[in-house]
Every structure is written in structure tokens, then in C-alpha cells.
T-cell receptor, first 115, second 114 residues
Framework: AQSVTQLDSQVPVFEEAPVELRCNYSSSVSVYLFWYVQYPNQGLQLLLKYLSGSTLVKGINGFEAEFNKSQTSFHLRKPSVHISDTAEYFCAVKRTGGATNKLIFGTGTLLAVQP | KAGVTQTPRYLIKTRGQQVTLSCSPISGHRSVSWYQQTPGQGLQFLFEYFSETQRNKGNFPGRFSGRQFSNSRSEMNVSTLELGDSALYLC?????????????FGPGTRLTVL
């Protein structure tokens, strides 16, 4: 079984400041890792994903994440946030085998960017 | 390409009624998954379909069901609605079931049960 933990339910940050959203996972099998963003009254949009290879993954809107296998973490970072980054961010895992698209999500982190 | 579309976007029902939600995947995508999003339980997997067959099912009661048509469009049905079924229902599509496939989500259907 897999599980995803996002310890911070809300992260307040000032505009142009850096931010890190934390994600830890637990799995007995190999997984792929994802970050999705959800703006108010919208569905989920893929920010970035780790499938294999380089542990530093770059995504859209200036976000990046680093996969750390030993710490089972996949933290999301942005060096300078904008007001428009205010949204809920979800970390998710999917097993690498088994012919399934089933995603296991964390509980989400609300990023609140203040002017 | 057009994205994943879901209809209707908003729905209000009363307890005991049933409801059908529709999802049209991205053209060429053959896999459709459904998720329920609530403030209390977060995002939970309902089921997934590929080539008109249910491939995987989450831990939901039998009142929740779905199907997929030959054109890959999918519907989910909830019978005997309960207040706790109020949620945002999200549909996601992907090319297939390969692990490398990315899921693309629709805008969701907001269901309110009164």
C-alpha cells in the first residue's frame, strides 16, 4: 500500500519570497511521484512528475521538485512566488507496475501568497 | 486538443435520488479514472476504466458505479444519494494504463445533496 503525507495544511508566504511545500511518501513498491495544483473551482493541473533519472525535476510556472529516495520525500520549491500562485497543491504517487493509473494523493497544502 | 470535459458542472439533488455524471476524455485517450474530493476525506480514487472494462475500484459502497463506452466516454452513477455524497467529482483521462502515462483532469462536477 502507498500513502502520502503533506504535513503543512497551509503555507503563508509573501510575494517574491521563496517557498517549499513538503511531501513524504510511504510505499512497499516502486512509485512515480507527481505534484498537481488546483485553483479555486477548477480541476487538477499537473505541475511536474518524477518518473526516473535526474532527481531534480523542473515543472511549469517556475516550480521544481527534488526526489530523495533515502528520505522518501518529494518536496516542491519555487524561488520567488507570485500572487497568482495562490492555490492548493497536491502531492501524489502511482505505482510503477500493475497497469493502473490510480493516484494516491496527500491531503493538500494551501499556498497563500500575500502582497 | 480539447481537454477533459465533464457535464454537468454543478448539480443539486435531494437525499434518496440518483445522479449520473458524464466525462469525455481527451481525444485518443482510452483510460478514464474517477475521483471524489471532499474537505474531510480529500481526494479519493473511485474507479478506472480502460477499453470499456473496469480495471480497478476504490473503497466505495456499491451505490457508486460507472461504465465506459466504446468511444471512451465514461459515466458514473450514484444511487440513493446521501448527504455525505456531496463532493467535487473529478474525471481524469490518460492514453492507456502504462505507468508512464500522465493523467489529465477535467474541471469536475460539483454535486450538492440536500
Amino acid at each position: 500500500a502507498q500513502s502520502v503525507t503533506q504535513l503543512d495544511s497551509q503555507v503563508p508566504v509573501f510575494e517574491e519570497a521563496p517557498v517549499e511545500l513538503r511531501c513524504n511518501y510511504s510505499s512497499s513498491v516502486s512509485v512515480y511521484l507527481f505534484w498537481y495544483v488546483q485553483y479555486p473551482n477548477q480541476g487538477l493541473q499537473l505541475l511536474l512528475k518524477y518518473l526516473s533519472g535526474s532527481t531534480l525535476v523542473k515543472g511549469i510556472n517556475g516550480f521544481e521538485a527534488e526526489f530523495n529516495k533515502s528520505q522518501t520525500s518529494f518536496h516542491l520549491r519555487k524561488p520567488s512566488v507570485h500572487i497568482s500562485d495562490t492555490a492548493e497543491y497536491f502531492c501524489a504517487v502511482k505505482r510503477t507496475g500493475g497497469a493502473t493509473n490510480k493516484l494516491i494523493f496527500g491531503t493538500g497544502t494551501l499556498l497563500a501568497v500575500q502582497p | 486538443k480539447a481537454g477533459v470535459t465533464q457535464t454537468p458542472r454543478y448539480l443539486i439533488k435531494t437525499r434518496g435520488q440518483q445522479v449520473t455524471l458524464s466525462c469525455s476524455p481527451i481525444s485518443g485517450h482510452r483510460s478514464v479514472s474517477w475521483y471524489q474530493q471532499t474537505p474531510g476525506q480529500g481526494l479519493q480514487f473511485l474507479f478506472e476504466y480502460f477499453s470499456e472494462t473496469q480495471r480497478n475500484k476504490g473503497n466505495f459502497p456499491g451505490r457508486f458505479s460507472g461504465r465506459q463506452f466504446s468511444n471512451s466516454r465514461s459515466e458514473m452513477n450514484v444511487s440513493t444519494l446521501e448527504l455525505g455524497d456531496s463532493a467535487l467529482y473529478l474525471c481524469a483521462s490518460s492514453p492507456g494504463l502504462a505507468g508512464l502515462d500522465t493523467q489529465y483532469f477535467g474541471p469536475g462536477t460539483r454535486l450538492t445533496v440536500l
